[in-house]
Structure formats: structure tokens, C-alpha cells
């Protein structure tokens, strides 16, 4: 029997494919044995002229180009697959895209990729006028058992539990009457004392006493603690993350090459980024630039009116045929960027919590706690990436296009790179927490 489709509550969100290609140009699909059966009876080996298929660590994969995109995508950006026979004629992944499912005890929680272009953008329809899809889809995928969820260690939550939790930081990001950094610090800051807390003695109605006052607490709190500058190490083990998060190796690279040749560059990357001097290396979608460059800019929400959302949501009201000094014309243009910037990693962090995508069989089996902190990890490394694109392109300030740039890049690998599960991020996420460095490095970077 399957499970019931849980497709949350986010009116902010939308989306509908707008057939940009980017997915087919940046993801590597693994193919099923059914995926490649019906591209085997549709005749593509002939039709190509080619191969199709490669072949890498006992998997099938969709071939890519030498520019990285997949083999079939056509010269106007559309998949030829998808053009000849339709949707359900795709590979399964492909049809997928960037719905995720996310089986637990209770239900099968459907998350969003803010991989796609038009999810970042909030451009579509409803989520809920796709639940057709996403049932039929999700009756194609072999039946599993469905994996309970863990509040921490191996201690298994109950659904109540879990709610309890999605309830509470749920309603801190949709607080109103906050600035984002209050917003952003908050969240670093409870999900810390999560971390830092034994849950083994919060179970049930102790859990939700807990939450209920550490969210009533977290503004007043935030004022009295000490805020020093991250340190070295803090930011080292940021570098680390950020690399661990848009390293890219492509299958066809990774065949010429070798293991050997392929493993010691990306050691040597790896140990440019932790050291955090020098020009940064090669990035897809980054420019390379001299790590002092990321110094040069200023945090992700730092120009604000008066630090208040509610003034800044006043901002796009102003007519443009006002008589604007450039200077005001740019103040203005930041806040509308400001604004928008907090409504996308609102709408983010939201879709993932709710969507399934923060704990349990959405992040790697790991318990809400980790998750959690995984996902905070996350956000910093889109805060950082943000600043990085900016300086990448001359600027101080950070942009609306920016963020999309870096929230894109990181989602991307969000549940689909299974070496953030390894012990090495695990204790980077603790050591991060129990220093309290992730809401000094928040703060140092909102």
C-alpha cells in the first residue's frame, strides 16, 4: 500500500518547467533498468548516431557532452526524448525534476529542488496543482519500507514529535516584524541549542515545552550574547563546506582522467579552498578571484532602510516616475533586492523543512538534530557563495541574482551528494555548533 502524498502549504512557492535546459545541462542522471529499456525501444543509438549510455562504478548514466550538457538535449534548449514521445517518456529522474520524495512512517513528504531556475524564481503554478503528477510518478518508483525518523542518536520520533518540530521553526522563519538578521540569527541559534541539547530527555510534551521557549526566548537572547569575530578555524572549516558543496565532477572528465589524476585534484583544490589565500580555484558558475576579494564585500542583507522589513517592504511602492538621484535609484533598487532576498531563503528553508528534505530519508537517513545542523551549514554556504558571485562580478553588495546563483548551486547537491553524510561533515557540523561559530558566521555574513 503507499503512502499518503503530503505536498506542503507554501502559497510563496510556485512553479511550472519554463524549458530552460539548465537542469539538462548540470545534473548526471542514473538510469534504471525501465529507463533503459523504453530509450532502448525508442531507437536513440540509431537516431543519435551514437552511444547514450555510459558506464561508471557499476551504474548506467545518461552521457553528457563534452560542454557537460546531456546527450539529449536538442540546439533549442529542449529535451529530445520529452519533444518525440512525451514526458512519461523520459527517464524517471528526468521526469522527477525537482520534485523529491521523502517516505516516512506517516506519509511521503514532497520537497522542491531550488536547483531549477523556476523554483528559485517562485515562477508557476500552485504546488498542489502538480499532486496528479507527483502520485503517478511516485507509483513508477520501487516500493521501500518507509524509514521512521530519528530525534537524535538512534532515538526514533514520533510523528507528533516531528510536527513539534516543523511547527516551531516553521513559524519562527514566517515571524513577522523582524529584520533578516534577527530572522537568520534566530534560526542559527535554536537549531545550536537543539544541538547542544539531550533530547533524550525531551520527549513529547517536554519537546514541545522546549521549543515553545526557546522560540519565545530567541529575541530577547540574541541582544545579551556575545557576538565576536568568527575565528580562522570557523571560517576554514565554512571553505571546506563550500567546497564540499560545489565541487562538480563530471563523469566523461572523471573517465579520462583516472582515479588517481581525478582524486589528487580535487585533494589540491580542497586544500586551496581550506587555506583561503590565493586566487580561488576553477568553479562552474563562478569567477575565479583572489580570496581577499570576498573580504571586500559586505554581508548578504547589510543594506537595509533603517534595518526593518516592514519600511523596506515600502520600497517597491515608489513610483518610478519620481525625479531619483542615481543614489536613491541604486537605495531603492537594494531594498527591493533585500526584500526578495529574504522571501527566497524564507521560501528555502520552509520548502525544505516541510518538504521532507531536512532529516530522515530526505538528508541521508540522518536524525533531526544533524539534519538540522546540515541544513544550517547549507544556508551559511549560500550566504557565502552570495558574497563570492558578487565579488566575482566587481561588487560590494550582494544582489538578488547573486543569492539565486548561490542558493541554486547549493541545493543542488542537497540530498544527492551522499559524501555530506560522511563522519568528516558530521563533525564539522558538531564542532561548528558546540564552538556556537554558525551564528557568529551568520552574522558575519547577513
Not at 576554514?236 to 563546506?241: E, G, I, P, V, W
Not at 586551496?272 to 564585500?297: H, L, R, V, Y
Not at 541604486?330 to 523543512?353: G, N, S
Not at 558530521?426 to 547577513?446: E, G
Amino acid at each position: 500500500m503507499r503512502l499518503p502524498i503530503y505536498i506542503p502549504e507554501l502559497p510563496a512557492q510556485k512553479y511550472s518547467c519554463h524549458g530552460c535546459g539548465s537542469c539538462c545541462r548540470d545534473f548526471t542522471v542514473q538510469l534504471t533498468d525501465a529507463d533503459m529499456q523504453k530509450l532502448h525501444d525508442q531507437g536513440w543509438k540509431e537516431r543519435l548516431g551514437q552511444e547514450y549510455v555510459v558506464k561508471f562504478r557499476g551504474h548506467s548514466w545518461l552521457k553528457q557532452t563534452d560542454a557537460g550538457a546531456c546527450v539529449f538535449l536538442g540546439d533549442n534548449g529542449l529535451c529530445k526524448v520529452h519533444a518525440e514521445f512525451g514526458l512519461e517518456a523520459k527517464p524517471l529522474a528526468c521526469q522527477f525534476f525537482p520534485f523529491m520524495l521523502s517516505p516516512n512512517t506517516r506519509d511521503t513528504h514532497v520537497g522542491i529542488s531550488f536547483a531549477c531556475g523556476s523554483v528559485v524564481a517562485s515562477k508557476g503554478a500552485p504546488l498542489q496543482t502538480h499532486r496528479d503528477d507527483v502520485r503517478r510518478m511516485g507509483e513508477l518508483l520501487p516500493a521501500s519500507a518507509p524509514m521512521p525518523v530519528k530525534l537524535q542518536g538512534q532515538l526514533i520520533a514520533t510523528d507528533a514529535e516531528v510536527s513539534m518540530v516543523e511547527g516551531a521553526l516553521d513559524g519562527w522563519i514566517c515571524k513577522k516584524n523582524i529584520s533578516p538578521a534577527v530572522r537568520y540569527q534566530g534560526l542559527a541559534w535554536l537549531i545550536t541549542s537543539l544541538l547542544q541539547a539531550n533530547l533524550a530527555n525531551m520527549r513529547g510534551e517536554k519537546l514541545r515545552q522546549l521549543l515553545r521557549t526557546l522560540t519565545n526566548a530567541v529575541e530577547h537572547e540574541l541582544p545579551l550574547l556575545d557576538w565576536p569575530e568568527p575565528t580562522p578555524r570557523a571560517w576554514k572549516l565554512l571553505r571546506q563546506a563550500v567546497f564540499t558543496r560545489i565541487e562538480d565532477p563530471k563523469i566523461g572528465d572523471l573517465l579520462k582522467r583516472g582515479k588517481v589524476a581525478s582524486v589528487f585534484g580535487q585533494w589540491s583544490r580542497s586544500r586551496k579552498w581550506a587555506a583561503g589565500k590565493g586566487m580561488t580555484p576553477k568553479t562552474q558558475g563562478f569567477c575565479s578571484i583572489d580570496f581577499a576579494g570576498f573580504e571586500n564585500t559586505i554581508g548578504v542583507f547589510a543594506i537595509q532602510l533603517n534595518g526593518d522589513v516592514q519600511v523596506q517592504k515600502t520600497a517597491p511602492h515608489i513610483s518610478s516616475s519620481h525625479s531619483l538621484a542615481g543614489e536613491s535609484a541604486a537605495a531603492i533598487t537594494q531594498q527591493q533586492d533585500a526584500v526578495a532576498m529574504d522571501d527566497l531563503l524564507q521560501r528555502w528553508i520552509r520548502a525544505t523543512i516541510l518538504g521532507g528534505r531536512a532529516w530522515g530519508s530526505g538528508l541521508y537517513g540522518l536524525p533531526i538534530d544533524q539534519g538540522l545542523g546540515l541544513m544550517l551549514v547549507n544556508l551559511l554556504t549560500a550566504l557565502w557563495l552570495a558574497r563570492f558571485h558578487a565579488a566575482g562580478r566587481g561588487a560590494q553588495s550582494v544582489s538578488l541574482l547573486d543569492l539565486q546563483v548561490a542558493v541554486g548551486r547549493v541545493d543542488r547537491t542537497s540530498g544527492r551528494a551522499v559524501w555530506l553524510a560522511t563522519t568528516g561533515e558530521r563533525l564539522r557540523v558538531k564542532w561548528l555548533s558546540h564552538s556556537d561559530s554558525m551564528r557568529l558566521l551568520v552574522r558575519a555574513l547577513v
